[in-house]
C-alpha cells in the first residue's frame, strides 16, 4: 500500500473514534479493526450514524475521572474498536488518559502551531493523492461531516494534539534509554520503552477513579 494510501486510512481511522469517544488513531492497536480494508471502515461508518441517530438513552454509564461516556457513546465506541466488550472500551480511554497524563507530568506538551503543522501535513497528503482525497470525501460525508468541519472541529484537533504528545513521549523515552543502552540495538530499544511505558501506564491507571453504570 503508498505511503498516501496509509496516511488516508489512518486520517478515517481518527475520524472514526474522534466521533465516538474521542481516542486516537493509535487506540486501533487494541483494536481487530482492519483500518486498511475500505469495506471495513465504510460498514462502520454506516453502523456509527445508525447508532448516533437512534432514539436511545444518554444515561451517563461510565465514569473515568471526569470523564462521563453515556450509553450512545460506548456503543458507538464498541462499533469503533469491533467489539461488545464494556471493558475494551473502557481499557482504551483509560490508557489514552493515563498516557496523557504521564506526558503532561514530564512536561510534555504540543504547542498549538505544531499541532497546525501535523494538521496541514495530514491535509496535503490527503488533497495530493486524488484517490485518497476522494476516499475522503466520501468517508466523511457520510458520516455527515464536510471537510471544513472536519479539519476545523476541536475534537479532531484535540486528538491530533494528544497523537503529538504520545508521538513525543516515547520519543523523548526512546533517547533516554539509547543513551542508557547505547549497545542495544533499535528493536530493543523499541521493547524496552513500551515496557516502561506500560508500566508507567499501569501506575497511572491504579490512580484513576471508575464508576461503572453497565
Not at 492497536?29 to 461508518?45: A, F, G, R
Request: a positive charge.
Amino acid at each position: 500500500m503508498c505511503k498516501n494510501k496509509k496516511i488516508i486510512m489512518t486520517i478515517v481511522a481518527l475520524v472514526v473514534l474522534v466521533i465516538s469517544i474521542g481516542v486516537n488513531a493509535d487506540d486501533f492497536n487494541d483494536s481487530t479493526v482492519n483500518i486498511q480494508d475500505t469495506k471495513v471502515i465504510k460498514k462502520m461508518e454506516k453502523d456509527i450514524k445508525a447508532e448516533k441517530n437512534n432514539n436511545i438513552s444518554d444515561e451517563i454509564v461510565l465514569e473515568i475521572d471526569d470523564r462521563k461516556i453515556s450509553k450512545k457513546d460506548l456503543n458507538i465506541a464498541k462499533i469503533s474498536l469491533n467489539t461488545d466488550d464494556n471493558k475494551k472500551v473502557e481499557k482504551v480511554i483509560t490508557k489514552r488518559m493515563a498516557t496523557q497524563k504521564i506526558a503532561k507530568d514530564l512536561g510534555i506538551t504540543a504547542t498549538d502551531d505544531e499541532v497546525k503543522e501535523f494538521i496541514d501535513k495530514n491535509k496535503e497528503a490527503v488533497n495530493n493523492n486524488e484517490e485518497a482525497k476522494a476516499q475522503f470525501e466520501s468517508y466523511i460525508e457520510g458520516l455527515g461531516m464536510t471537510e471544513s468541519q472536519f479539519w476545523n472541529d476541536k475534537d479532531i484537533i484535540r486528538s491530533y494534539k494528544e497523537t503529538l504528545i504520545t508521538g513525543k513521549l516515547k520519543g523523548q523515552m526512546r533517547k533516554e534509554l539509547k543513551e542508557q543502552n547505547p549497545s542495544k540495538s533499535h528493536n530493543e530499544i523499541e521493547q524496552l520503552m513500551i515496557d516502561k511505558l506500560d508500566n508507567m501506564i499501569k501506575k497511572e491507571k491504579s490512580n484513576m477513579k471508575i464508576k461503572r453504570n453497565y
